[in-house]
């Protein structure tokens, strides 16, 4: 059972930064593909990105292509997302989660964490 804790959100203003972070404990999970989504008030939860097991491809929400990028370091079991260009529609709950691709949708694999919170002020 992997385990993932997200954390580095917060409040930020438009135009602005932050990185998040999924670490993971338990089995490592760079056996398998890593997502985030997020899920803002009121909303459904959407895919935003993934990268694959070694890192080598990544995949983006066209809503976030060009303005978030995501990595992941292997041997520290952990999983980034840098987010620039921030706007005041990115405010959600960021989870991430192990996932794979199915058809064209990507699919998370076990259960939610926590999630950590980012607030972009206009």
């Known amino acids: 059972q992997v385990q993932l804790v997200e954390s580095g959100g917060g409040l930020v203003q438009a135009g602005g930064s932050l990185r998040l972070s999924c670490a993971a404990s338990?089995?490592?999970?760079?056996?398998?593909?890593t997502a985030w989504f997020r899920q803002a008030p009121g909303k459904e939860r959407e895919f935003v990105t993934a990268i694959s097991r070694s890192g080598s491809s990544t995949y983006y929400a066209d809503s976030v292509k060009g303005r978030f990028t995501i990595s992941r370091d292997i041997a520290k079991n952990t999983v980034y997302l840098q987010m620039s260009s921030l706007k005041p529609e990115d405010t959600a709950v960021y989870y991430c989660?192990?996932?794979?691709?199915?058809?064209?949708?990507?699919?998370?694999?076990?259960?939610w964490g926590q999630g950590t919170q980012v607030i972009v002020s206009s």
């Open positions: 338990g089995r490592t999970f760079s056996n398998y593909a």
């Open positions: 989660t192990a996932t794979k691709l199915l058809g064209t949708t990507w699919s998370p694999l076990g259960s």
